[in-house]
């Protein structure tokens, strides 16, 4: 199976072609191979790069729009005008070559990297001093995503340590290297989705076929730009 993946949800705009193992000729299902991915830092400008990217992704893999079997998208959070250009352009896609779109937590794309971390906290940029934030234990998610300013968030962990030792421990974070930088835990070196990432975290549901729920953008709070009538209220 031939998998389009895409993540704008953090400054790293994403795309990728992974190629997916249904297990169909006798191996073990689930094993993914990435061929071909582009990474490229932009806070703006992603309507201009994102197919750009995907066609090259495309080309370089050695694969045609039409071959490709389903789409991976990342849902967020994530600021509103990045977000909705990924979950745009990958819902276009899909519906263009008639493939499944499915829909994942861009922090859970993250995650899944450390999956063997016993207590794992994921940051990313929120913007007004704020960051996004999600708690794992070996890669499943117990707590978020959600939207807090580090200093709360470390505050909030440390009160749940007190209360209850040893069980709200966190053993690393990864993400965003200038908020991960505000907390003291060992830091990993996963910043961003990737490509094998997103389809990892999507895997239940491609190796299962299930039809995938509508994509829904993860964005936590109301975008900074309101009509005026919005406004007003």
Request: aromatic share 4%; proline share 7%; hydrophobic share 45%.
């Amino acid at each position: 199976m031939l998998v389009l993946a895409v993540d704008t949800a953090t400054p790293e705009v994403v795309t990728g072609i992974v190629e997916l193992d249904t297990g169909t000729a006798g191996s073990p299902p689930g094993r993914l191979a990435v061929r071909s991915e582009r990474v490229e830092t932009t806070t703006r400008g992603h309507a201009e790069i994102l197919t750009t990217r995907i066609l090259e992704c495309l080309e370089e893999a050695g694969v045609a729009r039409a071959d490709l079997d389903a789409v991976v998208v990342g849902q967020g959070p994530g600021p509103f005008t990045g977000l909705r250009v990924g979950l745009a352009t990958g819902a276009a896609f899909a519906d263009a070559l008639g493939v499944d779109v499915h829909g994942v937590c861009s922090l859970d794309a993250i995650a899944v990297a450390a999956s063997d971390v016993d207590s794992l906290l994921v940051v990313t940029d929120a913007r007004r001093r704020e960051v996004y934030w999600a708690r794992y234990t070996r890669g499943a998610r117990t707590d978020g995503p959600d939207v807090k300013a580090p200093a709360d968030l470390a505050a909030a962990l440390e009160r749940a340590e007190a209360t209850s030792p040893g069980s709200a421990a966190i053993d690393a974070i990864a993400g965003s290297p200038a908020h991960t930088a505000l907390f003291d835990y060992p830091v990993l070196a996963t910043t961003a989705p990737t490509a094998i990432g997103l389809v990892q975290a999507a895997l239940p549901g491609l190796l299962s076929r299930t039809p995938p729920a509508p994509l829904t953008p993860l964005y936590l709070r109301r975008p900074d730009a309101v009509e005026l009538k919005d406004r007003k209220k």
